[in-house]
């Protein structure tokens, strides 16, 4: 198969999400709300509009420009799918397709319904990849593999995948920078950044940083139209939790009554709590900033990733900032 037939069959998925219908789109979010109760319909979604975007043919055909893609033996390349978010492992399967390789899937059992409907969609789109993907238990005879899971599984996957090309994703967390000049929309959004999938994805904002002085709840009215997210269970379990915690330490902290502030060098905040740290020069927030570099995935900000575009992350925007494709050609 050719790389514009690979292409063009993207290009067809994109087109077949964009069409869905209502009851269709409420059936499907029903199915994978059973399987994981943060997958509402708003989230899945969400999720396919974030796919669909990235399978714009100008996007597909600018991104692998950057490449020079050969036909060569395929490799069989395992994938290890997280589950945090609905089909989070799917640009890691585009990337496989895309370079002739075949894929090996092993999903999430948090996200094994939308992946399996994936997988469904393209093969029946395009039949040739039925020979390309697998679905499987066990990553056994792989020739690489690509891995997104906690740090604590990410050692076991170094160990396990030793003696093969890998790729090891670890936990990591994205974060915000205020300048004091942001405008009421830019705060909406950043709404958006904390709050889109509950907070639960690597490229959700965890921790705001801002200029010394500036207060952080005249932010909080521009979060209001996320509030709703507090009806969620579990959610709410965590942020019942997360409060009774503080005010029984008598740890300082905000409460907009959907979301709780906590103030703190720590970087990864669990769900339902934003973490704030102010700095009094960029230069030396600069240098914080490079020490955490390993667990940073984006940083939202006037000068980097747009305000409420955290989640929508391009075809380049690889996770972790190792560039997946040209791993794939390497092999």
Known sequence: MKVEDRISAFVNLGHKIDNLQGEELAELAGRARQENPWFTEDNVKRALKGISYMLEKSKLEKWISSYSLKESTPKIVGIVMAGNIP?????????????????????SSDDQFLTNTLVNWITEIEPRFKRNIEIREHLTNIDAVIATGSDNTSRYFEYYFKDIPHVIRKNRTSIAVLNGEESEEDLKKLGEDIFSYFGLGCRNVSKVYTPKGFDLRQTFPHFESFNDC?????????????????LVNKTPHLDTGALLTVSTDDLVSP?????????????????????SKEKIQCIVSKKNIPFGKA??????????????????MEL
């Open 87 to 107: 089909m989070v492992g799917f640009h890691d399967l585009l990337c496989v397709l895309i370079s002739g390789h075949y894929a090996a899937i092993k999903p």
């Open 230 to 246: 507090i009806n969620h269970h579990k959610y709410r379990n965590n942020y019942d939790y997360y409060k009774s915690i503080y």
């Open 271 to 291: 769900v339902s709590v934003l973490y704030h740290q102010e700095y009094d020069s960029m230069e030396n927030l600069n240098k914080v900033l490079e020490e």
């Open 311 to 328: 989640q929508q992350p391009e075809l380049w925007d690889y996770a972790d900032d190792v560039d997946t494709m040209k791993f794939l």
